[in-house]
């Protein structure tokens, strides 16, 4: 066993969020909640990881069968976070590494506050270090209460704070690492005595000050990198945090957004240098996109549609699980579905691939250098070859593809 390992907890039931779905399977920017805070764990190279589920447990194991580094721990009634995490003990209790806790439903931790909690915490020998962040508003967050020398005495959680707490402005994120022995030591010590008669996993810190270790609380998570998601509110919130994120991220790797706040991109979308995003696209999935494309504006690119380079979709455009090569037109009013569309192919406006006959979906094959004219409707399953002509308002399947060389514009 290496000498760090994840616990991350995954089972409420989130009433809040009034939804059916277990929390930590809502999206943001098109991935799982929980999926980024697995990323998070293994950028500061955990290889294993507990994932405590129970409200939809088998619908979380589910969506990530594939994670081959989680262990799945379930825990049959939510009695509390302290309660979730003793659920790992028959895995963790002979363990003698670092312990490092976090919430299932806060996707936008950073992988380097991480890294600061395992340098503070190893450089100031600590039993437990947590890192805090300070709010504006800090109404649902356990407080951090320090004593007159700034020294960490414990967390008081919102609901069993009095008025001078309420006051306090550095809250807990959920982001801890632990001696595993001593918190192990300490969860068995934490009582139900609080507004919600839950064990409060933010109880154990002031026990484990009480035994005479040391905590310690670094104040290094920046406000809109604390956001838990409770409710669909936030869920919206920490959606649009994150939006933000993955457009920096694209814009310093040489994207040009044109107006960030009027488009949407998936956290899988991959877009190559000196392409230009117009407003109001929308890219959801898996999407791939050369470089010096120009999409939008108005348009919508979906799961599995990957572009070569300088492709140019315009306005009112959907593609769908497509292969478009490089320099190929499509500027207005098109939906291109499971196709695959060779070099420099123009399709006209309004032209469509019909994917789907009412049972199944099928495949369009268009060759380099064909000329689609505007208003054409493709018949899949359809494979036209290089440099076939569709005239305008062309009905076309298979039958018709042969004669297609000529001219027909
Ligand atoms: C928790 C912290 C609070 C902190 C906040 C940060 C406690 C007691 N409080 O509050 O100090 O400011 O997170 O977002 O820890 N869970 C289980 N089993 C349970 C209960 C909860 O797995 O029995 C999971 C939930 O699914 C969730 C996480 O633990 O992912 C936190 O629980 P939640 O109820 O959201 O706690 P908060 O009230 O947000
Ligand atoms: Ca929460």
Redesign the pocket.
């Known amino acids: 066993m290496s000498d760090k390992v994840a616990i991350?907890?995954?089972?409420?039931?989130?009433s809040r969020m009034n939804t059916r779905l277990p929390?930590?399977l809502h999206e943001v920017t098109g991935r799982p909640m929980l999926a980024y805070v697995l990323d998070a764990c293994r950028s500061v190279g955990v290889e294993k990881i507990y994932v405590?589920?129970?409200?939809g447990g088998d619908q979380v194991r589910h969506r990530f069968a594939e994670a081959s580094d989680v262990v799945w721990v379930q825990?049959a009634?939510?009695?509390?976070?302290?309660?979730?995490v003793l659920c790992c003990k028959e895995h963790l209790k002979d363990f003698d590494g670092q312990t490092m806790i976090l919430?299932?439903?806060?996707p936008l931790i950073r992988p380097g506050t991480l890294k600061t909690v395992i340098e503070k915490h190893e450089a100031e020998q600590a039993a437990a270090t947590l890192a805090t962040a300070v709010l504006e508003d800090p109404t649902?967050?356990?407080r951090i209460i320090r004593d007159a020398y700034g020294n960490m005495q414990g967390?008081v959680?919102?609901s069993d704070c009095t008025p001078a707490q309420r006051a306090i402005k550095e809250?807990?994120?959920?982001y801890y690492l632990f001696n595993n022995q001593v918190l192990f030591g300490a969860l068995e010590r934490i009582k139900p005595e609080n507004v919600k008669g839950?064990?409060?996993?933010?109880?154990a810190l002031a026990l484990i000050i009480t035994t005479g270790h040391k905590v310690v609380a670094v104040t290094a998570v920046r406000p809109e990198e604390?956001?838990?998601v409770?409710s669909r509110a936030q869920l919206s919130v920490a959606s649009k945090i994150m939006q933000r994120r993955i457009q920096q991220d694209l814009m310093e790797n040489g994207v040009t957004i044109v107006d960030p706040d009027n488009t949407w991109i998936d956290a899988r979308a991959r877009i190559g240098q000196d392409t230009v995003i117009e407003p109001f696209v929308y890219i959801h999935g898996e999407v791939t996109i050369g470089s010096a494309c120009r999409i939008g504006p108005f348009a919508f690119l979906r799961h599995g549609t990957v572009l070569g380079d300088d492709v140019v979709l315009g306005v009112f455009t959907e593609v769908k699980n497509v292969r478009l090569d490089d320099g190929v037109r499509a500027r207005h009013h098109s939906y291109l579905g499971d196709a695959v569309v060779g070099k420099n192919v123009n399709v006209g406006a309004g032209s469509i691939t019909a994917n789907f006959d009412g049972e199944n979906i099928n495949q369009t094959n268009i060759g380099d250098d064909c000329y689609i004219g505007s208003g054409a409707v493709l018949i899949a399953p359809l494979m036209l070859e290089a440099g076939a002509q569709v005239g305008a308002g062309q009905v076309v399947s298979q039958d018709d593809a042969d004669g297609l060389r000529e001219p027909r514009r």
Request: with cysteine; net charge negative.
């Open positions: 991350i907890l995954a089972a409420g039931v989130s929390k930590v405590v589920v129970g409200f825990q009634e939510q009695l509390g976070t302290a309660h979730a919430c299932g439903d806060g649902g967050y356990g967390i959680e919102h809250v807990n994120p959920s839950e064990y409060y996993l933010t109880d604390a956001v838990g409770n």
